[in-house]
């Protein structure tokens, strides 16, 4: 079975062709980050309507390299994200599967970042922990099958990603912040400087960033100077909070295998930090999958071929959903 993928829940407009046997057959990716960097961050009105623009032609190149006309559905992301951005994305795929006669299977974009890493048969078997972490979320989950997830903790305020964006913006860095906060941060000194690690004295697995960024605006006030160490300070703290929470995740889940996905899970000494800790076995997608991409929804389509919806009457965007309320394939209800 063949499934086209599109993603339009932010400002990535992503395609892709996922065959259930051969698995990826193509893909085509545009980013909008120069379009966004000069107001450093993503304005919605400018990313809905720039997926307008790229979509048509992304879809036909992805098609074309895949080498097929029509794939067997489609499947889009349906929600979280920008309401305008995940409208453009949804109607485009119900008016294609209209045309094309073709079912479509509307995607939770974090259960397509949290399955891309079984896509390279890297990935542990049921049950593991999952550690998602993305410019809109900071998620532990505890995953006992597609659709199955159990919310360990989440972030009570700024996600991590966004945490990593706002540093940027302080330390006068570009957009996205991420990379350049992680580039800046290898010349930084990691003795100069500590910054608190949230809610590491607490019992629980949720996190908080928004106090860090305040630590770290105070931080660039008095040494302005210095922003290599504040930026490593901040990795440092950032880092030591997530492994720490993940460690007691996989604790209390009674489980040794630990996956991470999303943007931030592309960041290098994250990585370091959760494969050294103690009788962990980490799971991490290759880089070009952590950030948002069409594989990512092609391939958690052909996974949820049970879902399909044959004729759609109408596109389903939903800004916000809550990944723990999903259902395993088959059983989930649009209402
Ligand atoms: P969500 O998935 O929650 O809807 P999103 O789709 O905008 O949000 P992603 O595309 O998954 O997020 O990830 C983008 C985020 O990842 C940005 O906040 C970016 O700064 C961060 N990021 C990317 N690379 C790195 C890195 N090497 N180190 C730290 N953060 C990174
Ligand atoms: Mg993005
Ligand atoms: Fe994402």
Redesign the pocket.
């Known amino acids: 079975t063949t499934v086209l993928g599109i993603e339009t829940?932010?400002?990535?407009t992503g395609v892709a062709v996922y065959d259930s046997q051969r698995g990826l057959l193509s893909e085509a990716l545009f980013s909008q980050i120069a379009l966004h960097a000069e107001h450093g961050g993503?304005v919605p009105e400018l990313a809905s309507r720039d997926h307008v623009r790229r979509l048509a032609g992304l879809v036909d190149e992805a098609l074309a390299s895949a080498g097929v006309e029509q794939t067997d559905c489609i499947a889009y992301t349906a929600g979280?994200?920008l309401i305008g951005a995940l409208m453009v994305g949804a109607s485009f795929a119900t008016g294609l599967a209209t045309a094309w006669g073709r079912p479509v299977i509307p995607i939770h974009?974090?259960e397509g970042?949290l399955l891309a890493p079984l896509m390279t048969g890297e990935a542990p078997d049921f049950p593991f922990v999952a550690l998602l972490v993305?410019?809109?979320?900071t998620l532990l989950v505890q995953v006992e099958g597609i659709g199955r997830y159990r919310l360990l903790g989440q972030t009570r305020d700024d996600?991590?990603?966004?945490a990593?964006?706002k540093t940027?913006k302080l330390l006068q860095l570009d957009y996205?912040?991420?990379?350049a906060?992680?580039r800046l941060a290898e010349q930084g000194d990691p003795a100069r400087f500590r910054l608190p690690r949230p809610m590491l004295d607490k019992p629980g697995l949720d996190f908080s960033f928004s106090g860090l960024k305040t630590a770290v605006y105070l931080l660039a006030q008095d040494h302005p100077e210095s922003p290599a160490d504040i930026a490593r300070a901040f990795e440092e703290a950032v880092v030591e909070t997530l492994a720490t929470k993940c460690q007691r995740a996989l604790a209390q889940a009674g489980c040794a295998d630990l996956l991470i996905a999303?943007?931030?899970a592309?960041?290098?000494r994250?990585r370091q930090a959760l494969a050294a800790l103690p009788g962990v076995r980490l799971h991490t997608p290759p880089l070009a999958l952590?950030?948002?991409n069409g594989a990512m929804i092609a391939h958690a389509g052909a996974l949820r071929l049970a879902d399909a919806i044959e004729q759609p009457t109408r596109m389903l965007a939903r800004p916000r959903w809550p990944l723990d309320t999903l259902e395993p394939p088959g059983q989930f209800a649009w209402t």
């Open positions: 829940s932010c400002d990535e993503v979280p994200g974009h974090m970042h993305s410019g809109g979320h996600a991590v990603g966004e990593f964006d940027a996205p912040g991420g990379p906060v992680a999303g943007g931030v592309a960041n290098t994250l952590c950030t948002d």
